[in-house]
C-alpha cells in the first residue's frame, strides 16, 4: 500500500473512531464503519484501530475473524450473499448459486479481479418466506431466479461509484421497502 | 380456532391501542407491573420460554454495580433458521417493540436500552432509528417519560456482525461488549451480571410486544388463550413446501395438523418445529401440539413435502451447525462435525448401522456436555430424522 493510502486510511479510521469512541465496545461499530468505507479490513487497518483503542493487534484481528460479515474473504465493493438454508434450498436456491458463479466468473468464498464483486454464502436471512434470498450490501432480493441474476448484477454496475454503498430499496414483502 | 396471517388478518398487535401499555404502567407501582406480567404466564417468545415475570423480578432485585446502570436488551438476532416474524414486527410495530422495552425499564429500574439487530437486517435500521427519534419527540423516551418525574430511560441500536451464537444472550452480551460472541458459563445470569457486569434483562422482540399487550388488557386477557403451560398467542413464521407462506398468530397449545390446514400444507410429509435446533415431526404426529411443553419453537415452522429427501434436511441442518458453532467447546465443534460426516456416509450408502449407533450416543453426548443452547440442541433434527426415517436414510445405494 502506497504511503499516501496509508495516511488517508489512519486519518479515516481517527475519525470514525472520534465519532464512535475508544470503549473496547466501540470495537465492532468502528470495524464495521471501516468496512463500509473501505469495503474492507486490512492487516493494516486492524492493526491502527488496535493502537487507537489501546488493544493489541491480535484481538482485534481474533474479533475480526469471529464475525462472518467482518471476517469476509471475498472482499468486494458489492458483496452477495446468498442465504443457503433450508428453506431456500427448498426455492431452488442452487440454481440461483451456479448463475452466480457463471456471471461473476468466480466461486464462492472469492472476488473478483478488479474488487467490484465478493460472492458469500450466508446462513438464513430472516426470508425464508420469499427465498431465494440474496443480500448484497444493504439491499435484500428476494424470490431470486436464476434469470433474474444478470439483472441484479447489472443494478450494481450502474450503482457503482459514490453512492455504491446507500441501502438500496428492498423489496421485502411485510417488511419495509 | 383462530389463527390470523399477518397478510389479510389484523393481529392482536394492530388492535392494542398504542402506548395504553405503557400508560397503565406508569400508574403502577414496580413490583405491580412484575406481578401483572408474572400473574400472564408470559413466557419468552425466543425459544427457551423462560418465564418473563420471573425474569423481571431477579433483575429488579439485583444491586447496581458503582457508578453503573441496569440495562434493557431486545434480542433482535433473529438468526434460527426459518424464522422472520421478529423482522415483522420490527418493520411494523416498531413502536409497540420499544414500549415494552420501556416498560420493562420501568419495572426493573434501568436508565439504557439497547436494541441488538443482527446484520442482515440492516435495512430496518433507518426506519428504527426514526421511531426511536419521534419517541424522544413526544417524551416516549429521555427523561421523565409521559411525565413521570426521575423515569429516565433511552434506547440505542447496536448491530450484530453476522454470527447465529450471538442469538445466545450472554453471546449477545459478549459481542455488545466488543468481543467474540463466545458464550459464557451462566450462571451468573445476566439478570444478575450482564451488560458491563450490571444487571441486564434480555427478552426477544416479541415478548416484549406482548408485554404491551398484557398491560394493556390485562394479565387474565392473556391466560384465557393457550394451555396451562403455554399462555397466550404466538407468531409463526412459516416457510417450505405449502400454499402461502407468511407470519401468523396462533393460540398456542395448537396442533402440526390445524396448522397445516391453514397455510396449505396439507400433505406434508413432516415439519420441521423450532428451525435447525427444534425437532423434525414425522406425518404420523402431526396431532401434536406447538406448546413449550412439546412441540416447542421459538416462531420457527418448515414445512417438509412428500418428494423432499430427509437426508438432504439432516445435511443441510449440519452444515449449518457446522459453521455457526463458535468452536469453545469441543462436544459442539467436533461433534457436529462428526455428524455432518455421519450424514456424508449415509448419503454415500456407508454408515454401518452400528456407526448409526455411535452418531446417536455422540448426540447425546454433545447434548449433555456442551457449553450452551447450539450444542445442546444442535443434534435434535438429526435424532428425530434418524428415529422417524431410518428407513429412508440407510442402505443407499452409491448412485442416490
Ligand atoms: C444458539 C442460540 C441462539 C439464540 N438465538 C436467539 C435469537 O435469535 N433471538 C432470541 O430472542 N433468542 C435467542 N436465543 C435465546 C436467548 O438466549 C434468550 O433465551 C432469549 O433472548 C431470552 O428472551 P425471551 O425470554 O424473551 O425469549 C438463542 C439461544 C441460543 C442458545
Ligand atoms: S456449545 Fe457450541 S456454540 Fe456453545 S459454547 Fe460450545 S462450541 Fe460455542
Ligand atoms: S432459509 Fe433462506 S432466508 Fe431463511
Partial sequence: MLVGQQQRLQDDIREIVAQLGRDRSALIPVLQELQKRHATVSDFAMQVVADELGLHPAEVYGVTSFYAFLRQPAQGRFVFRLCRTLSCEFEGKSRVARQLENDLGIGFGQATPDGRFGLEWASCLGLCDQGPALLVNERVYTRVTPERVHEIIDECRRTFGAHARQAGHSQVEGGLS | ?400
Avoid at chain 2, 403451560?229 to 396462533?250: F, H, I, M, N, Q
Avoid at chain 2, 435424532?383 to 445405494?397: D, K, L, P, Q, T
Fill in chain 2, 1 to 400: 380456532m383462530m389463527i390470523a396471517d399477518s397478510k389479510r388478518t389484523p393481529l392482536t398487535f394492530d388492535s392494542v391501542e398504542p402506548e395504553s401499555g405503557l400508560r397503565a404502567a406508569l400508574a403502577m407501582g414496580r413490583a405491580d407491573i412484575i406481578g401483572e406480567i408474572g400473574a400472564s404466564n408470559l413466557r419468552g417468545r425466543g425459544g427457551a420460554g423462560f418465564p418473563t415475570g420471573t425474569k423481571w423480578n431477579l433483575a429488579a432485585a439485583a444491586r447496581v454495580r458503582a457508578g453503573g446502570a441496569k440495562y434493557v436488551v431486545c434480542n433482535a438476532d433473529e438468526g434460527e433458521p426459518g424464522t422472520f416474524k421478529d423482522r415483522v414486527l420490527l418493520a411494523a410495530h416498531a413502536d409497540m417493540v420499544f414500549e415494552g422495552m420501556t416498560i420493562a425499564a420501568r419495572a426493573i429500574g434501568a436508565a439504557i436500552g439497547i436494541l441488538y439487530l443482527r446484520s442482515e437486517y440492516v435495512y430496518l435500521r433507518p426506519h428504527l432509528e426514526a421511531v426511536l427519534a419521534r419517541r424522544r419527540d413526544e417524551h416516549l423516551l429521555g427523561a421523565d417519560i409521559g411525565g413521570l418525574a426521575g423515569f429516565t430511560f433511552d434506547i440505542h441500536v447496536h448491530m450484530g456482525a453476522g454470527a447465529y451464537v450471538c442469538g445466545e444472550e450472554t453471546a449477545l452480551i459478549e459481542s455488545l461488549e466488543g468481543y467474540r460472541g463466545e458464550p459464557r458459563n451462566r450462571p451468573p445470569f445476566p439478570v444478575d451480571t450482564g451488560f458491563q457486569g450490571q444487571p441486564t434483562v434480555v427478552n426477544n422482540v416479541e415478548t416484549f410486544a406482548w408485554v404491551v399487550c398484557i398491560l394493556s388488557r390485562g394479565a387474565g386477557w392473556f391466560k384465557a388463550t393457550g394451555t396451562g403451560k403455554s399462555a397466550g398467542y404466538k407468531l409463526l413464521s412459516v416457510s417450505g413446501d405449502c400454499r402461502e407462506p407468511g407470519v401468523y398468530e396462533a393460540p398456542l397449545g395448537l396442533t402440526v395438523a390445524e396448522l397445516l390446514a391453514r397455510v396449505g400444507g396439507e400433505g406434508a410429509k413432516a415439519v420441521q418445529v423450532g428451525g435447525a435446533s427444534g425437532v423434525c415431526v414425522p406425518a404420523s404426529e402431526f396431532g401434536r401440539r406447538i406448546a413449550f411443553e412439546d412441540a416447542s419453537t421459538g416462531g420457527s415452522i418448515i414445512v417438509i413435502g412428500p418428494d423432499r429427501d430427509m437426508l438432504a434436511v439432516a445435511r443441510n441442518f449440519m452444515e449449518f451447525f457446522v459453521e455457526e458453532s463458535c468452536g469453545q467447546c469441543t462436544p459442539c465443534r467436533a461433534g457436529n462435525a462428526k455428524l455432518l460426516e455421519g450424514v456424508e456416509r449415509l448419503e454415500r450408502g456407508e454408515c454401518s448401522t452400528g456407526h448409526l449407533q455411535e452418531l446417536l450416543a455422540l448426540a447425546e453426548t454433545m447434548q449433555l456436555a456442551s457449553k450452551c443452547g447450539l450444542g445442546q440442541s444442535s443434534s435434535n433434527a438429526f435424532v428425530s430424522i434418524v428415529r422417524h426415517f431410518r428407513n429412508e436414510i440407510m442402505g443407499r445405494a452409491l448412485a442416490h
